[in-house]
């Protein structure tokens, strides 16, 4: 595994509430990512950061927002939690950001009731 | 906008025979190609890759095809395995942010 921990592995909450996911990277790679994976749609960029405090929005960015404060930490928030949002969420690193791999952790489910 | 789809949603082999996965894209810029496998309950694991001035690239067991003409990607797994039991999936870039297919589910019979 490419040193990827996200945090929770699961979570259950209700509509409305706040959610924070986390992710931590101990490969000191600059490109962060959090992708979210729903059957029928595969997996589907949210947002990506490219250094810290740099970062840019994906193709589902609407009610998710990230923060980037140390190169190993990439924080994914729901501001305001939706059932739309119930899903797989996996974040990702690459080293350079061009033509290079992505290296996924083993995400965080969740549910939101 | 740009698409990324696998011609079969399953696909089921006999161990020992070679499997073939095939994968079209719909963007003529794309310039970077990528084969992750995912099993159940982990993320998507890296297998191989293939930039666009290529069009064969061979790994430990697998083979990566690109044909830029008719925009299609394939991936060969010889002598398939139990292990090879998985999700497969077909990314493009050019980065940041590959656009990935929906997935072929490869079942290996024994």
């Known amino acids: 595994d490419a040193g990827i921990t996200q945090s929770p592995r699961h979570k259950v909450t209700e509509t409305g509430t706040p959610v924070t996911l986390r992710c931590h990277q101990t490969?000191?790679?600059?490109?962060m990512y959090w992708y979210r994976q729903d059957p029928g749609h595969g997996l589907r960029l949210i947002h990506y950061?490219?250094?810290?405090?740099?970062?840019d929005k994906g193709e589902v960015s609407d009610g998710y927002s990230v923060s980037r404060s140390k190169t190993e930490d990439f924080l994914l928030t729901l501001e305001s939690a939706t059932s739309s949002q119930t899903s797989v969420y996996f974040c990702?690193?690459?080293?350079?950001?061009?033509?290079?791999?992505?290296?996924f952790g083993n995400g965080t489910r969740l549910t939101v009731t | 906008g740009e698409s990324v789809g696998l011609h079969l949603p399953t696909l089921s082999v006999q161990e020992g025979d070679n499997s073939i996965i095939n994968c079209a894209y719909s963007?003529?810029?794309?310039?970077?190609f990528i084969w992750y496998k995912q099993e159940s309950g982990k993320g998507p694991q890296f297998i191989i890759d293939?930039?666009?001035?290529?069009d064969k690239r061979q790994g430990q067991r697998v083979t990566v095809l690109l044909n830029k003409t008719v925009k299609h990607l394939s991936l060969q797994i010889a002598a398939t395995q139990p292990g090879d039991s998985a999700v497969y999936f077909c990314?493009?870039?050019?980065?940041?942010?590959?656009?990935f297919g929906s997935g072929t589910q490869l079942t290996v019979l024994p």
């Open positions: 490969e000191n790679h600059r490109y």
């Open positions: 990314a493009t870039g050019p980065l940041p942010g590959l656009t």
């Open positions: 963007n003529s810029a794309s310039d970077y």
């Open positions: 950061s490219y250094g810290v405090k740099d970062t």
């Open positions: 293939i930039r666009s001035n290529m």
């Open positions: 990702a690193i690459s080293e350079t950001g061009g033509n290079s791999p992505l290296h």
